[in-house]
């Protein structure tokens, strides 16, 4: 009898089971009162946040398949035709190297005339050889230090390398920055040490490694001299690539060659000083052309700069070629169609080839030829038709005759179902966004805070809108802007929020309004219907800053300036829309007594205060219930009567796996309770590309390479929760390690419970429902579960995600048990 009872109560789903209470111990309950209603919950508390923080915009949800179109980035000499960039920003040249005056340095060093290269200090940036594997052989090198750090060397039979610390496969023979160390480590994208040795040498004079390598057995040379010695006999790794790395340090190479055998090969590091291509391009020459190329600064279409490419005689291919965001490859299909436009002036004998090819040039996939190129700049529109699949090809520029060619502004986007319903916009990528189930989307974050973002500058024709320096990337392009977001988010019923910089003059702020939800026969309505909108976009919230007085310390003066020109923006801006929701973005210090000053000279004016709160912790929503319930409490007594609420504008942090979920719905259930004050909750960043971390927010929901999109475990704790979404939040009592919060249907018919087991060891509950009674036993259930660290690649995309059941939970004394690390949601529904 008792085994058919199991058999009848108990039903498994991914490690989750029901257990009768009568076959094991109770070690938590959970009490849910659905008759007993604490407050509402908004259906805009399902957010996330956008901003081009690593590159999510440019180069990935805005469809622009050129990185770098304006060729404002100057030359840097690399070679980056046969080496590839993983962090770092390198700089070479015949006789001078500097690095790029940045966050963290500034300086330029002479080099007597040496070719080598240096790089930009990073926590780990690594610049790989792509041409050819190496198993056995000996590669050199020679490497300086030109300031403090730690460390950095020779990186070997290097596979799956990607932007990160440890991210490849492969060994490492690195010196130390102050010159008494040299060690050989493994990498499998995690580090080991496998052997160091004392060594004695000056760090800032030029040092040469030489490694011998020959199946398990690693010799390493300093200077000539032998030093270190290994045999791997634990899964050796005995192929693959050579590279260059650095460990928070400033270095500089010259002088690599690859031996085999008998022949010995000088790897070619930077370009000839009269190959100045911009940074994002690379050179095309074959046969025997010769040919110049050069930057030029005085006449560009667009921007400060343009490309300038001199065929001056011989036979062969001259031009360039980009291969999108940090060189991962245009993902072309078979018959996929894209649509294109390029600025050229010059003085050329034949006609301009426009061509999407492979990686190294030697298939054509797609091309058009352009002639009647003039002594101006005019603008030209292509259409390439690609008869093969390549994820990683390039789209080249070229010329095979005598001619003097410049070139600026190169845009190429995909055509129909390809684009997010004909908007500039990936369509794979904004499928994914309308998935997870958002309601709210905020386009803010530290890029606008640069000096030269404006809105102006934003609209109108995008081929015309002038590049900036950015704070996350110095050359910023203005191709998609607060117009695109807002068209995205109206054909997806999504409401928008975007931030403004603090800067912007009053005028231009009122004349943005204006341009956004005027009538069309209103002097900017009117520029918005000549630029295809004639409808108001009816913006309801809008942010005036972002993190404002983050970097400044508990500065009075500081606050106070935001304080005035937060007014000075939001006087202007009412003054065209009464209507408007506006958000105080002053930097929440909760012992400051700046705070009391911030708010009561915002009160009334600003409908809502930014507060960016932690979501990396499983149990992040416990910190985050303190911090709101503290800041409301704090607004309350500061006016009683006060109508300010908090919108969570950023959840930050620097993971995307399981961790990271966990996180973000102990954060919502802690919103939920306080939703009624809440606008919103808007996890960073929504984006991310695959192995192009550069600026260490290591955060996105969802991950893209050039032809792939994918949801990250985050991704799946937002889907669930904004799938079954209730307006009513109900009591729960809770006797145990769970984190519970319950809602239910306006005709009390639905009952949710949203469950986190933050811990390591199974939780079985007892569910105590009341207020819900003649409910169905058969109960739809959605898990997330795994290992904190767990998350998703691009080889395995739902490995952890969201695993849907209806599962029978009788209401006579039911026990559900969660999973270690899970996220559970049981809806039930009464008969």
């Not at 009053?506 to 956004?516: G, H, K, S």
């Not at 390591?760 to 898990?783: C, M, Y």
């Not at 695993?803 to 008969?831: A, C, D, G, H």
Request: glycine share 8%; proline share 4%; net charge neutral.
């Amino acid at each position: 009898m008792m085994d058919k009872m199991f058999k009848i109560l108990s039903f498994s789903f991914v490690g989750v089971m029901l257990i009768p209470c009568a076959l094991y111990a109770q070690n938590a309950v959970i009490k849910i009162n659905a008759d007993k209603v604490e407050n509402k919950i908004s259906p805009l508390i399902y957010g996330s946040n956008i901003e081009d923080v690593n590159h999510e915009i440019y180069g990935g949800f805005y469809d622009q398949r050129i990185f770098g179109e304006s060729f404002e980035e100057p030359s840097t000499g690399v070679n980056f035709n046969q080496w590839r960039r993983f962090s770092g920003f390198w700089t070479g040249n015949n006789g001078v190297v500097a690095i790029k005056p940045g966050r963290n340095t500034k300086s330029e060093v002479k080099m007597n005339g040496i070719h080598h290269i240096n790089v930009e200090p990073d926590h780990s940036a690594k610049l790989i050889y792509e041409p050819q594997n190496i198993a056995d052989g000996a590669v050199e090198a020679e490497m300086r230090f030109t300031h403090k750090g730690d460390g950095g060397g020779l990186i070997f039979r290097v596979s799956d390398e990607g932007v990160g610390d440890d991210a490849f496969n492969g060994y490492e023979v690195s010196l130390s920055a102050g010159g008494k160390k040299i060690a050989l480590g493994k990498h499998l994208q995690n580090f080991r040490l496998l052997k160091e040795a004392s060594i004695d040498f000056l760090p800032q004079n030029w040092n040469k490694l030489r490694l011998i390598l020959k199946g398990r057995r690693i010799e390493i040379f300093f200077n000539t001299k032998h030093v270190l010695s290994f045999t791997d006999n634990d899964q050796p790794i005995l192929s693959g690539r050579i590279g260059l790395r650095t460990w928070k340090s400033d270095l500089e190479f010259r002088n690599i060659s690859i031996s085999d055998q008998d022949k010995t090969e000088q790897i070619k590091l930077l370009n000839a000083p009269n190959e100045q291509v911009s940074y994002n391009w690379d050179l095309i020459k074959s046969g025997n052309a010769k040919a110049t190329f050069e930057i030029d600064s005085a006449s560009a279409y667009n921007g400060k700069k343009s490309q300038v490419i001199n065929f001056i005689g011989g036979k062969g291919k001259i031009g360039v070629a980009n291969r999108s965001l940090n060189r991962w490859g245009i993902a072309v299909k078979k018959n996929q169609l894209f649509q294109g436009r390029i600025y050229l002036k010059g003085t050329i004998e034949g006609a301009v080839s426009i061509a999407l090819e492979s990686k190294d040039g030697t298939k054509t996939y797609a091309k058009h030829q352009i002639n009647a190129v003039g002594k101006d700049w005019k603008k030209f529109v292509y259409n390439l038709n690609s008869n093969a699949t390549d994820a990683n090809a390039r789209l080249a520029v070229y010329l095979t005759s005598k001619g003097k060619l410049w070139i600026d502004q190169v845009v190429l986007m995909v055509t129909g179902t390809d684009q997010f319903k004909g908007l500039p916009i990936r369509a794979d990528i904004g499928k994914m966004l309308v998935l997870q189930g958002l309601t709210f989307l905020r386009y803010a974050g530290t890029m606008v805070n640069a000096p030269d973002y404006k809105f102006k500058n934003m609209i109108g024709d995008p081929d015309k809108r002038p590049p900036y320096r950015g704070h996350w990337n110095w050359y910023t392009s203005n191709g998609f802007g607060i117009e695109e977001f807002l068209k995205f988010c109206e054909q997806t019923k999504i409401t928008p929020c975007f931030a403004v910089n603090i800067y912007e003059t009053p005028d231009d702020m009122a004349d943005m309004v204006e341009y956004l939800n005027g009538d069309k026969n209103s002097t900017w309505g009117a520029k918005r219907a000549e630029n295809g909108h004639p409808e108001p976009y009816h913006v309801k919230y809008i942010e005036i800053g972002n993190e404002e007085v983050i970097f400044n310390g508990d500065s009075k003066a500081a606050y106070e300036e935001y304080v005035k020109r937060f007014k000075i923006l939001a006087d202007a801006m009412r003054k065209k829309d009464a209507s408007l929701k506006l958000v105080q973005a002053a930097w929440w210090r909760p012992d400051s007594p700046n705070m009391e000053y911030v708010f009561k000279e915002l009160n009334g004016k600003a409908d809502y205060w930014d507060l960016h709160v932690g979501g990396d912790d499983p149990s992040a929503g416990t910190e985050t219930d303190k911090q709101l319930t503290d800041m409301l409490g704090r607004f309350r007594k500061w006016d009683p009567n006060t109508k300010m609420k908090i919108a969570v504008f950023e959840e930050n942090g620097s993971k995307h796996g399981i961790q990271r979920a966990l996180g973000h719905a102990t954060n919502m259930n802690a919103i939920r309770k306080h939703s009624e004050d809440v606008l919103t909750s808007s996890p960073a960043n929504a984006l991310q590309p695959d192995g192009q971390n550069d600026n260490d927010w290591d955060q996105g929901q969802i991950f893209f390479t050039s032809d792939q999109v994918w949801g990250m475990p985050p991704f799946y704790a937002q889907k669930m929760q904004a799938e079954n979404h209730l307006p009513l939040r109900v009591n729960t009592v809770v006797n145990g390690n769970l984190d519970v919060s319950a809602a239910r249907s306006e005709d009390e018919k639905e009952l949710v419970l949203y469950v986190i087991n933050t811990g390591a060891e199974t939780i079985d509950a007892r569910l105590e429902i009341t207020g819900f009674e003649n409910r169905k036993p058969e109960v739809n259930i959605a898990a997330l579960s795994g290992n904190l660290q767990a998350c998703n690649t691009a080889k395995k995309q739902k490995e952890y995600s969201t695993r849907y059941s209806k599962e029978l939970i009788p209401e006579n004394n039911p026990v559900y048990r969660f999973q270690p690390f899970s996220y559970t949601i049981l809806r039930f529904t009464k008969n």
